[in-house]
């Protein structure tokens, strides 16, 4: 059983316990604190003479959100982006609802997984997808091609796109200075340090990434992150038929000891990865036990690129600082258990975005601390409860390998298939029938007390 | 036939350990019966005996080249990929049929034929094949093979701890107050403490036990803390 070593938790403050047990009743705090603050916006000054300036660092999919609401909302936005053509590692998988959010052309989506195998430890293979209506699919994408297209998207509603690194940024000297952002501008010239430049804005939303700088500017702390490993593979045809819209997915001490092994179909290879928190040294043995697993199904393929990525556990301690706020995987909005990061990237950005222009009734009026506190606040209040749901599910079941093989085992109930695809698919946790949740809650103690009961057998072996 | 029951009877419980290793690597049907528990042996002997002649008879072949090689044929094991193999693991889930007992299927023996299955794999992990799937699920066992199996001896030893307890405790009590049992049940603090007692037995048996219900405690509030995190720098402004 995965061994949980839990650091003491409590941010950055060195608060002492009577804070810790006042966090818990947050609900009703940060809205007596809201109600103040709103007043304290409203007599923020007039711009005169221009409008509101915000950077955003990171054209990812939450930079690129970001930057088009913000352009919309008749904000005068840069975004500042390091590598135009970054093909970043990922898995690549959107839910449904996020092509309808953000309007994203289907000749975006290379693939759609309309099935899904869960393979447990001891290779019992389920199939779920039965209950997707015809419409319903996940999509696959190439992040250079989603990353590229919301940028261009931003860059046609008005916002200026700078390729240059982000280096550092001078806080303000007083309440309403602006801030001094310094980068590197590279103007598409492959290889060079680029030419140091600065510029004055008034705000800033963070979206580059998990190893983001903006975060340590504002020193929002760090987080746990586990290592995604992932090896393109690319198969031969016959092999390829079979996942032409099939992602798996492999769970087992084998191969990972708090994650799990895919196999996602890309455009025309598959990606065979793993990830792991507390085992970071061992990915490679992790990855050889992936590909052993698919063994059969990847044979004769050849790996055309190896790639990893950190992917964060959860979110900074800090997630805002001022005028200066983080979103995407800068802020840490992975889920767990699934490891999604791509749509509450996009989402986070467009919501901070939104929080910016009614803040600065578009564009004409300051911004402070407060309205980007209402995105934090909408943020938390929407999408908690997924993320929390989600962290319910990996602790239990990513455990040990009896909690995994009672896993795949209720991923064979039809009830349990549609309410993790209408959860997934459209991002609301959906409460379902009471009868039927019961009858799960039921099934599902069957499972992890028969698996238990078999492991506990295996031991005396 | 004398010298298979030969081969079993050199397999007794004391060269269990040692003997394990190496057969689990080449004879995918040993671990099933050289792993069982000695009087259960001369059992399974007489099963393959009156199954499949066949088993018995390949495995005094390997027999005696398993002897020959050493340790240097276990390397290339991932090679030959070993895989389970059982005669009663037919298209990927046990074969009921096979585990009749008296008319009636022997539960005892799915779960066991099982468990090694899963050991086995856990120790050697295999590719999944699309041609051969698994498709056992544990819920065909019946509710009540798992309680007698699983939650009988258990109920037994803890309710047996409750009674030991409760009877010392209740003599404990009347010798010190002179309150008798019907009496004792009628107080509330007696109540109390039998609840307290009641859910010491069930929730702690072993020193472990303490420290993991803390951590689940902790644990299920850490995720919340971490998100929350943000806020506490407005509390503090």
Redesign the interface.
Same mark, same amino acid.
């Given at each position: 059983m995965a061994s *949980?070593t %839990?650091k003491s938790?409590?941010?950055?403050?060195q608060?002492s316990l009577e804070?810790?047990h006042?966090?818990?009743t %947050?609900p009703s705090?940060?809205l007596q604190?809201l109600r103040h603050n709103i007043i304290a916006s409203k007599s923020s000054p007039k711009i005169t003479g221009r409008n509101l300036r915000v950077a955003v660092i990171g054209g990812g999919p939450a930079g690129g959100a970001a930057a088009e609401t913000l352009a919309k909302g008749g904000i005068e936005t840069i975004l500042i982006e390091r590598k135009m053509d970054n093909a970043k590692p990922c898995g690549g998988a959107i839910p449904l609802c996020m092509v309808g959010e953000f309007d994203l052309p289907l000749d975006i989506i290379d693939r759609r997984v309309t099935k899904m195998k869960m *393979?447990s430890?001891?290779?019992? =293979?389920v199939d779920i997808g039965r209950t997707l209506k015809p419409h319903e699919y996940i999509g696959m994408v190439r992040r250079e091609v989603l990353d590229a297209y919301l940028r261009d998207r931003a860059r046609d509603a008005g916002a200026t796109i700078v390729n240059g690194l982000f280096v550092k940024m001078d806080k303000p000297i007083d309440k309403y200075a602006p801030y001094v952002v310094h980068y590197n501008a590279y103007d598409g010239k492959a290889g060079s340090t680029g030419t140091k430049m600065t510029m004055e804005v008034d705000a800033i939303i963070g979206a580059d990434g998990a190893n983001s700088r903006v975060a340590k500017s504002i020193d929002a702390?760090d987080?746990e992150y586990a290592i995604a490993f992932q090896e393109r593979i690319k198969i031969p045809d016959d092999k390829m038929v079979?996942y032409e819209n099939l992602a798996e997915m492999?769970v087992?001490?084998?191969v990972s000891p708090d994650f799990y092994g895919w196999v996602f179909p890309k455009c025309d290879h598959v990606a065979v990865g793993t990830g792991t928190v507390t085992h970071k040294p061992d990915i490679k043995k992790f990855q050889l036990?992936t590909r %052993?697993? =698919?063994?059969?199904?990847i044979q004769g393929g050849k790996i055309i690129r190896v790639e990893a990525h950190p992917i964060p556990e959860?979110?900074?301690?800090?997630?805002?600082?001022n005028r200066v706020a983080l979103v995407g995987d800068a802020a840490g909005y992975v889920t767990?258990c699934s490891g999604e990061g791509i749509y509450f990237a996009a989402k986070s950005g467009r919501m901070c975005a939104e929080a910016i222009v009614a803040g600065s009734e578009n564009g004409t009026r300051m911004v402070d601390e407060s309205d980007l506190?209402n995105y934090?606040q909408k943020w938390?209040k929407t999408y908690?409860p997924t993320?929390?749901v989600l962290?319910i599910l990996q602790?239990v079941f990513y455990r040990s390998?009896p909690a995994r093989?009672a896993f795949v @085992?209720m991923c =064979?109930d039809e009830y349990v298939q549609k309410m993790t695809f209408d959860s997934y698919l459209y991002k609301t946790v959906v409460p379902g029938n009471p009868l039927d949740d019961l009858k799960l809650a039921v099934n599902t103690i069957?499972?992890l007390?028969?698996?238990n =009961? %078999?492991?506990? @057998?295996?031991a005396k *072996? | 036939m004398t010298s298979s029951m030969a081969f079993f009877s050199s397999t007794t419980p004391t060269n269990l350990p040692s003997f394990s290793p190496s057969s689990k690597t080449h004879f995918p049907i040993n671990p099933l019966l050289s792993l069982k528990p000695q009087r259960q042996v001369f059992g399974s002997v007489r099963a393959t005996e009156n199954g499949s002649g066949a088993a018995v008879v390949v495995e005094e072949k390997k027999d005696s080249t398993e002897e020959g090689n050493g340790a240097p044929v276990k390397a290339d094991v991932a090679e030959l990929g070993a895989k389970f193999e059982d005669p009663k693991w037919v298209s990927g889930t046990w074969d009921l049929k096979q585990f009749q007992k008296d008319g009636a299927t022997d539960w005892d023996a799915v779960i066991d034929a099982e468990v090694k299955r899963r050991k086995w794999l856990e120790d050697n992990p295999e590719s999944s094949n699309n041609d051969f799937p698994v498709v056992f699920d544990t819920s065909i066992i019946p509710w009540w093979a798992w309680m007698k199996r699983f939650h009988l001896p258990e109920a037994e030893l803890l309710n047996g701890r409750a009674a030991m307890v409760g009877f010392f405790m209740a003599y404990f009590v009347d010798s010190l107050t002179g309150v008798g049992l019907v009496d004792q049940m009628g107080n509330f603090f007696c109540k109390t403490l039998l609840f307290v007692a009641v859910a010491g037995v069930l929730l702690i048996r072993k020193n472990e036990d303490i420290d993991n219900l803390k951590k689940l405690i902790d644990e299920t509030t850490f995720y919340d803390k971490q998100w929350q995190a943000t806020w506490q720098d407005e509390k503090k402004e």
């Open positions: *949980i %839990l938790f409590i941010g950055l403050r608060s804070n810790h006042s966090t818990i %947050l705090k940060p604190y *393979i430890p001891s290779n019992v =293979a702390g987080y079979y492999y087992g001490d084998d036990a %052993l697993r =698919a063994r059969d199904k959860h979110p900074r301690p800090r997630r805002l600082s767990k506190r934090l938390d908690w993320y929390k962290d602790k390998n093989e @085992e =064979a069957g499972s007390v028969r698996a =009961a %078999l492991r506990n @057998e295996m *072996i | -």
